[in-house]
């Protein structure tokens, strides 16, 4: 998987919604490793707001640069009614 194939599969996600916001419920870091529990509100394009709970981990470079991100949440609750 390329950058081309991540920009379209990010590009084709951000088209079903209007929008999103993070909030940080959480984090723990144990050298480069960040465990981050949040809670992110989706804006449906209905104007609805959902939020789910999701858990992201990170590995961060020396440089800040990431290079592992792995996010874990269920988006049922954004497309269904």
């Known amino acids: 998987m390329g950058r081309e194939a991540i920009t379209a599969g990010i590009t084709g996600f951000f088209s079903t919604i209007g ?3 993070h909030r ?3 984090d723990w870091r144990d050298g480069a490793d ?3 529990e949040t809670e992110v509100t989706f804006r449906r394009l209905d ?3 959902v939020t789910v709970p999701a858990v992201s981990i990170l590995r961060i470079r ?3 640069l ?3 991100c792995r996010v874990f949440f269920d988006l049922t609750p954004v497309y269904t009614a």
């Open 66 to 68: 990431i290079t592992d």
């Open 24 to 26: 940080i419920v959480n």
């Open 47 to 49: 104007d609805k707001n």
């Open 34 to 36: 960040t465990i981050a």
């Open 62 to 64: 020396d440089d800040g």
């Open 19 to 21: 929008g999103l916001r």
